[in-house]
Structure formats: C-alpha cells, structure tokens
C-alpha cells in the first residue's frame, strides 16, 4: 500500500519505556504532545478492542487498524449489517422459488398440476438488482479493510468480484432479452454468495478438497472393479436363439450403456435382487458373479472409501480447527501487544506489560457473551498484581474456550413442615419417574385403542373411550406440572429445557381438550357428533394424540446413553452448519442445472405420441417411472427439483430415473444423475458419517473419563471437537505472525528485544558447556568472571552453577 494510504499506528520501542532519560526529554519538550499521547491511547484501545472481538469470532487481524477503519470494521461486522447481508444472501436464494418456472403449485405432477402464476418481467429482476448492490458494497468494504496488497493475495475476493461481473452482465442479458431466454447463467452462480461469506464452510471445502486425492484412489479402484464386471457379464449373459432365456440380456445387459448402469446401480443395492433374477432362475450358479460384485464393491470399496474419508478429512478438519485456535490467539495477543504501547505503561517494567485498568476499559467496550466478559472480569479483580504479563492476559481470556454451566434457580424455603414434607415428595427423581410410567401408559393405551379402530368405517367409531382417557391423563399431566412448580418453584421450574418442553405440551393439550369440550361436549357413550368449527371431533382427538405422543420424548434425559446419543445429534447441528451449507449450494446448483436441462421432458402419457417401450395397448411395465406414478419428481419447477435429488441421493429406486429421463430427454443424462450420486451419496453422506463417528466418540471418550462438575463452573465447550488434541501456539509463533501484519508494525525495538531474548536464551546452555568441559583450560578468573556477569541477564541459575565450578 501507499504510504500515505492510511496512518499506520507504530507502537513505541520499548526502549522507550525503559530508558527514563528519553522520557524525559519528551517531558521536557514541552506539553504539546499530550494531546497526541491521548489519541493514540485511543486509537490503541480500539484497536484492542477489534482484536478481542476477532479473537471471539476466530476473524483474521490482517486488516486496517487506524481509526476511520476500525470504526467501518466494527461497523460491517455489526449485527444489523450482518443481518442485512443474510437476508440478502437469503432473498436471492428463494427467488428461484418463484422465478419462471415458478413452484406455486400445489403440486408437481404433470398431470394434475395447473398453470403457475410466474411474475411479469422486471419483478425478480429488480430485486436481484437490489442484492447486488448490496454484494458490490460488501466486497468493496472488504476490499478496502484487508488493503490492496493483501486482496491480490485472496482468491475468494477476487472470485467474489468476478461472480458479481457475469451475474450482472447476464442481469443485462436477461433483460434486453425481455426474460425470454432459456438459460440463465447468474442463477448456478447464486450459492457462491452464500459459500464466501462463511469461514467455516470454506474451510470445510479446503478439507473436502485436500481429501480428494485420497479418494480419487478408490473410485479409481471402483472403476476397474466396475468395468471388468462390466465386461464378464456381457461376455456371459449373450443373447441366444431362445427367447426365454435371453431376458437378462435384454433387460439389463444388452449393451455397453445399460451394463455399466445394471451394475453401477447394484454397486448401491437399489436393484438387488431383481437384476439378478432372470439368471439366477436359469442357472442358480450365476448368482455367484452377482454376489461376488457386491461383496467386492459394496462391502470393501465402499467401506474402504468411507474410512479413507474418515481418516484424511478428521485430519484435515484437525488443521483447520488448530488454524482456527491460532487466530484467537493471535487476536488476544495483538489486543496484549497494543495495550502494552499506552503511555500509563510503567517505565520502569522491565517486560511489556497491560494495566488492569485498560483491559477493564477494553472488556467493557468489547462485544462478547456476558457470561465470558463476567468471568474475565472476575479472574481480574481476583488477580493481585496491577499489571499483567504477556502469559497472565493470554490465561484471562481462556475463558472463551469455555462453557458455562447453567446455575439453575434456587427451591423455595417453605417454613411449614407439611410444605417442606410436599417439596421433598414432588421434588424427588422417582416423581419425575412415576410421570415417565403414567406417561408411557397413555401411549400405550393410544396404541390399543388405535388397533381396535384400525379396520372401522368413520361411523362406526366410538370415540368415547379415548376422549376419556385422554381426559384422564391430561387432567394428570396438568397436575403433575403444578406439583411440580410448587416443590421447585416458577423460576427453578422453567430453568429446565425438559419441564419447558413437558409444560407447554401440556398446556396446549389442555386448550384442546377445553375446545373439544366447549364445541363437542363432554365424552359420553356413542361420542361421535357432526362436523363443527375448523376441526372435526376425531381431527381434534388425533392431534391431542400425536402431541401426546410427541410428549413421550421427555423420558430422554432420563435414559443416560439416550441423552448420550440425543446430545451427540443436538450437538451435530450446531457442527453440521458447514456441511449443510455446502450441502446446500451443491443442492441448488445441481437443481438450476437439472431445470435447464430437463424442463419440460416428463410429460404425462396423454400428452405425448413418442415411442416408449414400457406402455403398449394401456399396460405399463412394472418397475417403470409411469407405473410406478413417479410423475411429481421431475424438473419442472425448483421445489420439484430439490424433491427429485433427495429421491436419487436417497438411491432407492434411483434406476427408474436414470431409465425415464434417458427415455424423455437423452441417454447422455445419466451422466448428470451419476454425477450427482457421486459428489452426494458417496461423498458426502461419508463426510456425514464421519463426522458423526468423530462425534460420537469425542462425547464417549469425555462422558468416560468426566469428573463430577458440582464445584466447576465451567466446561469445555464441544464446538471444537478436537479442541483437546489442539496444539497451543507458541511465543514465536504469534510474535513472527504480527511483525508479518500488513498494517499493524511492530516497532524494531521491540522486535530486536524480542528475538534478542530468544537469541542469548539459546546461546547461554552453549557457553555454559563450553566452560564446564574447558574449565581446566581457562586460567584467567576474569575471563571466566566477565562472561559470567554476561550471562546474568539470561539465567542466574546457570551463572551460579559457573561461579561453583
């Protein structure tokens, strides 16, 4: 960058706060530079500030500390502007839900579906125009925090720059064409928006990518395995005179094409048995080779595959993780390094050094969770010294990779001894118990009932019985609640996920059945009135049932390894945000793709006159697209879009698709449907696995080696599942990354002072062994003397070892 760019904020040598005669000069100069001395103690508590607030979100500090930009930084990470640019990202996402071709159908079958309302021409447009203004001010801010030099360096800015050229060139496109035409390049580029501007998400592309080499291995190995099973079976299953016995041959196996998809598609099982049975009815030796294929493919590669990924990405995540730790500690020491610069600095410390004061003065600018600023407050009244060390400031902060413990409410103190003897009763674990009983009594009761009724007409059914128990039991959870308020009191009641869950179920089942009564009356004999209000009598039973039986999951934190395995899943989706993220953006690029290119192929029977082997004289093949009636999985419209990739990702019956749209469209589209089991299905749904088994085992490991927590207040947080085996970053780490800082220059002072340190630590063993071996050749006593008294400044512990020797 220019020098004139921007003030660059030099911290003072510490030299300077050392050598006392140098502050006396400036003292002597004159009180004009106090001024000054104040605003760069200000511009340093902001930059302490920002650099404590990158630390919590794991940001980059390489970016643009004067004033002006400190305040556009915390400004564009604010939580209204990044409110804005989520919506944003948001908005231009679901426009493909209403774009032409709209899905505001009720349904996506071609054959009942009507014509969709599509907005007029410059509707969509304008707000895609809206967001783009608002990326271009994205880019341009970020561009202009992290500086010229360093944008040159970041690939994702300038790809960033280089989506919003074309989409904006085909907007222009879009609209001289009056938004007639057929392909829209802008809309495939949409979900990178979202990708950049998640950091988790474009290291969990890192990792995906730095596993495909690995990878690529076996689907190599699965590609051999597949086409020599390819060519044995074309070899075996050839067609013969007899008719009969050529059915698998003409079914599965009539040419190159259909083999490679016969056995790519038993490769996931989803054709097994049924591509093996023409042979196997011939010859029952034949189902050797079907079985032998499935063996090798399915239970080696497969699962081969699934531990290579597990392997190579847990490591790669590991790196990722272990980078991320290195930023919020490089953020804590920056904010330590400028807090050191401020002219309250004793000059007489002999080390760099903060006041408490000004870290309270940072904490309380700072935006981080109340309860870490809390115990960072606390540790610091504890601490007894003024002034904090580099290791000391570095410890205070740990906080943020800790947990809190919720401290629930207090009980009531009851002063009468019948309320004191009620507390104990309806306070006790084995009340909570008999409530699981009485509860797993009504769902079983529900299921009896519902057996009984299975096979009755809507008016032969008494709904007596169940409108009674269901009263019954109602009136029982309505009483356990209370019970259960009046041992714990309100406030202790409601600390608890699982009494907030169990009360409002019970209050909702309480406001229906009250409704049920208010429209239907009281349960009686032959209980089966006509339709009144928005819901008829059984719609109204039914759902008190299911939120009944919905009531049931509050046995899980009673079960211990099922809340093992409830928390290990609650804990996937807070970890799972990146996955689900690029899960997404391959989700929508794949559908915008298979909307261009197979719109309007799936057309109902009636409506076509093209030749199609699976219908003859009003019968349909079995096992086809049209007999199965999977008409509503198409790509007609976005939404259907979506629906039709979770069925192929899924992989059952994902062969009748690659037959239909090979039959409506061309054979060249197994290519897309191949592709997108490929990057879905196999990879991953393998990256799923892993991290789940990571996961898992990560909660197992800490749930058998967990020490009581009753006089901890924290706890590790299981963000960062790795976060035991990370690696602390050491001194020279963090000192080499911050002289490498493109806008914060550390002076030379205090780099020299620095790596002096570091330099005379690492020469003071070698003299000291240099005189211990020779000390019978040093026979002058001040030699020995002189380099003795160098050797004071670094260790005197070695020092008075020479002097003994």
């Given at each position: 960058?220019?020098?004139?760019?921007?003030?660059?904020?030099?911290?003072?040598?510490?030299?300077?706060?050392?050598?006392?005669?140098?502050?006396?000069?400036?003292?002597?100069?004159?009180?004009?530079?106090?001024?000054?001395?104040?605003?760069?103690?200000?511009?340093?508590?902001?930059?302490?500030?920002?650099?404590?607030?990158?630390?919590?979100?794991?940001?980059?500090?390489?970016?643009?500390?004067?004033?002006?930009?400190?305040?556009?930084?915390?400004?564009?990470?604010?939580?209204?502007?990044?409110?804005?640019?989520?919506?944003?990202?948001?908005?231009?996402?679901?426009?493909?839900?209403?774009?032409?071709?709209?899905?505001?159908?009720?349904?996506?079958?071609?054959?009942?579906?009507?014509?969709?309302?599509?907005?007029?021409?410059?509707?969509?447009?304008?707000?895609?125009?809206?967001?783009?203004?608002?990326?271009?001010?994205?880019?341009?801010?970020?561009?202009?925090?992290?500086?010229?030099?360093?944008?040159?360096?970041?690939?994702?800015?300038?790809?960033?720059?280089?989506?919003?050229?074309?989409?904006?060139?085909?907007?222009?496109?879009?609209?001289?064409?009056?938004?007639?035409?057929?392909?829209?390049?802008?809309?495939?580029?949409?979900?990178?928006?979202?990708?950049?501007?998640?950091?988790?998400?474009?290291?969990?592309?890192?990792?995906?990518?730095?596993?495909?080499?690995?990878?690529?291995?076996?689907?190599?190995?699965?590609?051999?395995?597949?086409?020599?099973?390819?060519?044995?079976?074309?070899?075996?299953?050839?067609?013969?005179?007899?008719?009969?016995?050529?059915?698998?041959?003409?079914?599965?196996?009539?040419?190159?094409?259909?083999?490679?998809?016969?056995?790519?598609?038993?490769?996931?099982?989803?054709?097994?048995?049924?591509?093996?049975?023409?042979?196997?009815?011939?010859?029952?030796?034949?189902?050797?080779?079907?079985?032998?294929?499935?063996?090798?493919?399915?239970?080696?590669?497969?699962?081969?595959?699934?531990?290579?990924?597990?392997?190579q990405f847990r490591g790669y995540l590991l790196k990722s993780v272990q980078s991320?730790?290195?930023?919020?500690?490089?953020?804590?020491?920056?904010?330590?390094?400028?807090?050191?610069?401020?002219?309250?600095?004793?000059?007489?410390?002999?080390?760099?050094?903060?006041?408490?004061?000004?870290?309270?003065?940072?904490?309380?600018?700072?935006?981080?969770?109340?309860?870490?600023?809390?115990?960072?407050?606390?540790?610091?009244?504890?601490?007894?010294?003024?002034?904090?060390?580099?290791?000391?400031?570095?410890?205070?902060?740990?906080?943020?990779?800790?947990?809190?413990?919720?401290?629930?409410?207090?009980?009531?103190?009851?002063?009468?001894?019948?309320?004191?003897?009620?507390?104990?009763?309806?306070?006790?674990?084995?009340?909570?118990?008999?409530?699981?009983?009485?509860?797993?009594?009504?769902?079983?009761?529900?299921?009896?009932?519902?057996?009984?009724?299975?096979?009755?007409?809507?008016?032969?059914?008494?709904?007596?019985?169940?409108?009674?128990?269901?009263?019954?039991?109602?009136?029982?959870?309505?009483?356990?609640?209370?019970?259960?308020?009046?041992?714990?009191?309100?406030?202790?009641?409601?600390?608890?996920?699982?009494?907030?869950?169990?009360?409002?179920?019970?209050?909702?089942?309480?406001?229906?059945?009250?409704?049920?009564?208010?429209?239907?009356?009281?349960?009686?004999?032959?209980?089966?009135?006509?339709?009144?209000?928005?819901?008829?009598?059984?719609?109204?039973?039914?759902?008190?049932?299911?939120?009944?039986?919905?009531?049931?999951?509050?046995?899980?934190?009673?079960?211990?390894?099922?809340?093992?395995?409830?928390?290990?899943?609650?804990?996937?989706?807070?970890?799972?945000?990146?996955?689900?993220?690029?899960?997404?953006?391959?989700?929508?690029?794949?559908?915008?793709?298979?909307?261009?290119?197979?719109?309007?192929?799936?057309?109902?029977?009636?409506?076509?006159?093209?030749?199609?082997?699976?219908?003859?004289?009003?019968?349909?093949?079995?096992?086809?697209?049209?007999?199965?009636?999977?008409?509503?999985?198409?790509?007609?419209?976005?939404?259907?879009?979506?629906?039709?990739?979770?069925?192929?990702?899924?992989?059952?019956?994902?062969?009748?698709?690659?037959?239909?749209?090979?039959?409506?469209?061309?054979?060249?589209?197994?290519?897309?449907?191949?592709?997108?089991?490929?990057?879905?299905?196999?990879?991953?749904?393998?990256?799923?696995?892993?991290?789940?088994?990571?996961?898992?085992?990560?909660?197992?490991?800490?749930?058998?080696?967990?020490?009581?927590?009753?006089?901890?207040?924290?706890?590790?947080?299981?963000?960062?599942?790795?976060?035991?085996?990370?690696?602390e970053p050491t001194e020279e780490e963090l000192m080499e990354k911050l002289h490498?800082?493109?806008?914060?220059?550390?002076?030379?002072?205090?780099?020299?002072?620095?790596?002096?340190?570091?330099?005379?630590?690492?020469?003071?063993p070698a003299i000291h062994e240099w005189i211990r071996q020779d000390q019978n050749?040093?026979?002058?006593?001040?030699?020995?003397?002189?380099?003795?008294?160098?050797?004071?400044?670094?260790?005197?512990?070695?020092?008075?070892?020479?002097?003994?020797?």
């Open positions: 960058m220019e020098a004139g760019a921007e003030v660059e904020p030099l911290l003072p040598p510490r030299r300077w706060r050392l050598g006392r005669g140098l502050w006396q000069e400036r003292d002597g100069a004159g009180s004009a530079g106090e001024d000054g001395a104040g605003a760069d103690n200000d511009l340093h508590i902001n930059q302490a500030i920002v650099f404590i607030e990158d630390a919590i979100q794991y940001r980059s500090i390489n970016h643009r500390v004067d004033s002006k930009s400190l305040w556009l930084y915390r400004w564009y990470y604010s939580r209204t502007c990044q409110w804005i640019l989520n919506l944003t990202i948001t908005v231009i996402l679901a426009l493909a839900f209403i774009e032409e071709p709209s899905s505001l159908t009720v349904t996506s079958d071609v054959r009942y579906r009507l014509p969709s309302w599509n907005p007029p021409c410059g509707l969509t447009e304008s707000m895609e125009l809206l967001c783009f203004l608002v990326f271009m001010v994205d880019v341009s801010v970020k561009t202009y925090l992290i500086g010229w030099k360093e944008f040159w360096k970041n690939k994702w800015l300038m790809a960033y720059i280089l989506t919003l050229i074309v989409s904006l060139a085909d907007w222009i496109v879009s609209l001289s064409f009056f938004c007639k035409e057929s392909v829209r390049i802008r809309r495939i580029l949409r979900p990178f928006f979202l990708l950049q501007n998640s950091s988790m998400m474009k290291k969990t592309l890192k990792s995906i990518n730095s596993t495909l080499p690995e990878m690529m291995s076996v689907f190599l190995l699965l590609a051999v395995h597949l086409a020599l099973f390819t060519m044995f079976a074309m070899l075996l299953f050839v067609r013969t005179k007899d008719n009969q016995q050529d059915k698998e041959w003409v079914v599965y196996f009539r040419n190159l094409p259909d083999s490679l998809t016969s056995l790519l598609v038993l490769l996931t099982t989803a054709n097994n048995p049924d591509v093996m049975m023409p042979a196997y009815s011939k010859n029952r030796a034949y189902s050797i080779f079907f079985i032998l294929f499935t063996v090798l493919g399915n239970l080696f590669l497969m699962n081969l595959l699934t531990a290579i990924i597990y392997n991320s730790l290195l930023r919020r500690r490089l953020g804590i020491r920056a904010a330590f390094e400028v807090l050191s610069s401020l002219k309250e600095t004793p000059a007489s410390a002999q080390q760099s050094c903060v006041s408490g004061g000004a870290l309270l003065q940072v904490l309380q600018k700072a935006e981080m969770d109340s309860h870490c600023k809390q115990a960072i407050m606390r540790s610091l009244k504890m601490c007894s010294c003024d002034q904090l060390s580099a290791a000391q400031f570095q410890k205070l902060f740990e906080e943020l990779d800790k947990d809190a413990i919720k401290q629930h409410p207090p009980s009531p103190e009851y002063q009468s001894h019948f309320m004191q003897k009620m507390q104990f009763a309806f306070g006790h674990p084995y009340f909570g118990y008999l409530g699981n009983v009485i509860a797993l009594a009504n769902i079983i009761s529900i299921c009896v009932v519902l057996v009984m009724d299975a096979d009755k007409q809507p008016s032969e059914r008494d709904d007596f019985f169940l409108g009674a128990i269901n009263c019954f039991f109602i009136l029982y959870y309505l009483l356990e609640m209370l019970l259960k308020i009046l041992a714990m009191g309100l406030k202790r009641y409601l600390s608890y996920p699982s009494n907030r869950f169990d009360g409002l179920l019970t209050v909702i089942l309480l406001i229906l059945e009250i409704a049920t009564f208010a429209v239907y009356g009281f349960p009686h004999p032959g209980w089966r009135p006509e339709f009144m209000g928005l819901l008829s009598l059984w719609d109204m039973v039914r759902l008190v049932n299911m939120l009944i039986v919905f009531r049931f999951l509050r046995i899980i934190p009673n079960m211990k390894f099922m809340s093992l395995v409830v928390t290990t899943l609650l804990d996937l989706v807070k970890n799972l945000r990146a996955f689900a993220g690029i899960l997404l953006v391959v989700f929508y690029a794949f559908a915008i793709t298979g909307i261009m290119l197979f719109k309007g192929a799936v057309v109902s029977l009636g409506d076509t006159s093209a030749a199609n082997s699976t219908h003859d004289n009003g019968t349909l093949q079995c096992g086809t697209y049209e007999q199965l009636e999977y008409w509503p999985n198409n790509f007609d419209d976005f939404a259907a879009a979506l629906v039709t990739l979770w069925d192929v990702m899924v992989v059952n019956n994902w062969q009748v698709f690659l037959d239909a749209f090979s039959r409506y469209s061309s054979p060249w589209s197994k290519i897309y449907f191949v592709a997108w089991w490929l990057i879905s299905s196999v990879i991953w749904v393998n990256l799923f696995v892993a991290l789940l088994l990571e996961n898992f085992i990560h909660k197992w490991d800490r749930r058998c080696q967990r020490e009581s927590l009753s006089d901890i207040e924290y706890q590790r947080t299981v963000e960062l599942m790795f976060r035991d085996v990370l690696e490498q800082h493109p806008h914060l220059h550390l002076s030379q002072g205090d780099g020299a002072a620095f790596f002096g340190r570091q330099a005379w630590q690492g020469l003071c050749k040093i026979l002058n006593l001040l030699v020995v003397r002189a380099v003795s008294l160098l050797l004071l400044q670094c260790d005197t512990s070695i020092s008075y070892q020479i002097f003994r020797s």
